[in-house]
Nanobody, 124 residues
C-alpha cells in the first residue's frame, strides 16, 4: 500500500501557528521529494513548499517565505510544515504529495502520489 496521510489542520486565529504532518507509508521517504500544496474553493491548486529526499533542496512560495518552514524526519517517514504568522488568506485544504523523480518543484503535475488533505482555517 502506497499512501500519504496529512494531519494537523484546524481552526486558528490570525497570527497563530499550526504544524502539519505528512506521513508516508508503502515507500521510503528517503527516495522522494515531498511537496505541500493548498487549494481554496474557487481557486487553483498552488505549490506552498517542497523538500528533497536529501533535505538539500527546498522550495517556498513567495506568499509563505519567512512564515512557513518545511522539514523532514526520515526515521519516521514524515515531513512537517510549520506555519507561523498565519493569515486569513492561508485558509485552504492542504495536501502533501510525492515527486517520485525527486526533483522538488512547485508544479503539481510533477507529483504522482497525493494525500487526501487537511483543512486549515484562519479566522480574522
Amino acid at each position: 500500500e502506497v499512501q500519504l496521510v496529512e494531519s494537523g489542520g484546524g481552526l486558528v486565529q490570525a497570527g497563530g501557528s499550526l504544524r502539519l504532518s505528512c506521513a508516508a507509508s508503502g515507500f521510503s521517504f528517503d527516495d522522494y521529494a515531498i511537496g505541500w500544496f493548498r487549494q481554496a474553493p474557487g481557486k487553483e491548486r498552488e505549490g506552498v513548499s517542497c523538500i528533497s529526499s536529501s533535505g538539500g533542496s527546498t522550495y517556498y512560495a513567495d506568499s509563505v517565505k519567512g512564515r512557513f518552514t518545511i522539514s523532514g524526519d526520515n526515521a519516521k517517514n514524515t515531513v512537517y510544515l510549520q506555519m507561523n504568522s498565519l493569515r486569513p488568506e492561508d485558509t485552504a485544504a492542504y495536501y502533501c504529495a510525492a515527486d517520485l523523480l525527486n526533483v522538488c518543484t512547485g508544479d503539481y503535475s510533477d507529483y504522482s502520489v497525493w494525500g487526501q488533505g487537511t483543512l486549515v482555517t484562519v479566522s480574522s
